[in-house]
């Protein structure tokens, strides 16, 4: 497989539309014509890294955390990142990023967090905005029926758990072809009055270049008319954090113990015991102290993330228990998710009987952080 093949696979799964604005997720190093040979998961790139993915005879290394995240502007091999991404082009390594867009999905980071303490009822906290389109397109009423099939074919039309949804309304449309033209109807140079459809559909971002170009295949008109509109509306199948319930309501002390246990933390900071049980649980892979608010406002009874400030710690106001674990160890679990998209696809190759490549999970623990 090659490079370009794989990344065109995981941003299926990962759309990088998703990512942040400050984000750089995405193929960093590499060539994307590059035959694969082996794949390295990793929570962040280092020289170490690096290395074990030359002894492993890797020469892709997928991980969460960006290794360029600003501008290069030389290579000097003056800081880490300069000195890593020289080994790594030195030693024909490539090196792809799954960062916010992975913390985003509802299979991601967050939702990891949420299965390691078995959570039920699971919402994303602060579901993503702008990231759905409405279409609206006008259609000669007998060729409505064929040119939405082919928009929901295209994947348009989904709201949560509905697909095949649109609105529909019969109006007058008016054209005037011009000299050279192929009018599907009317003649050319009078102006021509057609029954049309009008008719809107919802469609994720992502989806918009094939979407379009569904409709364009199947429109008989030589000039479809169509408008595209960005939505204010949230979108609930992505965005950051989780917030979920607990089967059992749990003392506050005896939940924070099971936190530190499942996540490996070596120390958990905490904010003052309230004296209730814990039902509903807020958590945010990675820096997510800036959705203290949101955990609050949805009446979360604990929030796991990290990164917290001191002075973020009296934000908890005595109405919720904060638990910072350590910015790794809520993204421990990430090898896990990239590991297993790599192998459903090493699978379906596999049952293909065409050639594959080797995945291993980095033996590394890149947390930069020790605890004494
Ligand atoms: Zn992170």
Redesign the pocket.
């Known amino acids: 497989m090659k490079i370009k093949e794989l990344c065109k696979i995981i941003e299926a799964e990962f759309p990088l539309s998703y990512q942040e604005s400050y984000d750089n997720s995405g193929l960093q190093v590499g060539h994307p014509d590059t035959e694969i040979t082996g794949v390295l998961t990793s929570i962040d790139v280092t020289e170490e890294i690096i290395e074990e993915a030359i002894q492993k005879r890797c020469n892709f290394i997928l991980t ?2 960006p290794l360029i995240f600003g501008g290069l502007k030389n290579l000097t091999g003056n800081n880490m990142v300069q000195r890593c991404v020289i080994r790594a082009i030195q030693s024909n390594i490539a090196i792809y990023v799954c960062h916010t867009n992975l913390d985003k999905m509802k299979n991601g980071v967050s939702a990891r967090m949420a299965k390691k303490l078995n959570l039920q009822n699971c919402k994303i906290l602060v579901p993503e905005k702008k990231q759905l389109l409405k279409l609206v397109t006008f259609v000669p009423v007998q060729h409505a029926e064929n040119v939405r099939q082919s928009l929901f074919s295209a994947g348009a039309g989904t709201i949560g758990d509905y697909d095949y949804c649109s609105f529909n309304s019969v109006g007058e449309g008016t054209f005037r072809a011009a000299e050279g033209t192929h009018p599907f109807a009317g003649k050319i140079g009078k102006p021509h009055a057609e029954q049309e459809t009008r008719m809107e559909i919802i469609l994720k971002k992502e989806l918009k270049s094939q979407v379009i170009s569904a409709l364009l295949k199947s429109h008989p008109y030589e000039e479809p008319a169509y408008d595209l509109y960005e939505l204010e509306n949230s979108f609930a199948d992505a965005g950051l954090g989780i917030i979920g319930e607990l089967e059992q309501p749990e003392d506050e002390l005896f939940f924070l113990k099971k936190i530190k246990t499942a996540f490996k933390a070596e120390s958990v900071r905490y904010t003052e015991l309230l004296n209730k049980k814990i039902r509903k649980v807020a958590l945010c ?3 997510g102290s800036g959705f203290l608010s949101t955990a609050m406002a949805q009446e979360a009874d604990i929030y796991i993330s990290a990164d917290f400030k001191y002075h973020q710690f009296f934000e908890a106001e005595k109405r919720i228990v904060i638990a910072d674990i350590g ?1 790794f160890e809520t ?1 421990q679990f990430t090898k896990e998710i990239l590991f297993e998209l790599l192998f459903s696809i090493i699978s379906e190759k596999n049952s293909k009987k065409t050639t594959t490549f080797a995945i291993y999970f980095s033996d590394y623990n890149t947390n930069p952080i020790n605890y004494l």
């Open positions: 969460h955390h892979g990675g820096s910015h993204e």
